[in-house]
Nanobody, 121 residues
Framework: QVQLAESGGGLVQPGGSLRLSCAAS????????MGWYRQAPGKQRELVAQ???????TYADSVKGRFTISRDNAKNTVLLQMNSLKPEDTAVYFC???????????????WGQGTQVAVSS
């Protein structure tokens, strides 16, 4: 069993900042990547940012220059620092991890339950 525990969502005014945290726990053999997706009402889930075990990062164009993803491999934790938040960043943010639970298991995607981020004045 693998669990992804998210924290850090909330309500913030436009221009403000939030930091999301996600910790993976359970039976984990190797993590290949961790990241954040978001889903706004009536829209599809989209990639926000992702970081591989080697430190390679990917960002959605809409958040480049405002969001920063980082990872602590020893703690199986990923952070998303969100600055200069805009109302269009309002969504449920989901943690994601691509990992193996054992050396013989297939790589699989796991998801957290989501944390709400609301940007409003």
């Amino acid at each position: 069993q693998v669990q992804l525990a998210e924290s850090g969502g909330g309500l913030v005014q436009p221009g403000g900042s939030l930091r999301l945290s996600c910790a993976a726990s359970g039976t984990i053999f190797s993590i290949y990547s961790m990241g954040w997706y978001r889903q706004a009402p009536g829209k599809q889930r989209e990639l926000v940012a992702q970081i591989t075990s080697g430190g390679t990062t990917t960002y959605a164009d809409s958040v480049k220059g405002r969001f920063t993803i980082s990872r602590d491999n020893a703690k199986n934790t990923v952070l998303l620092q969100m600055n200069s938040l805009k109302p269009e960043d309002t969504a449920v943010y989901f943690c994601n991890s691509d990992l193996r639970t054992s050396w013989y298991a297939a790589r699989m995607n796991y998801w957290g339950q989501g944390t709400q981020v609301a940007v409003s004045s």
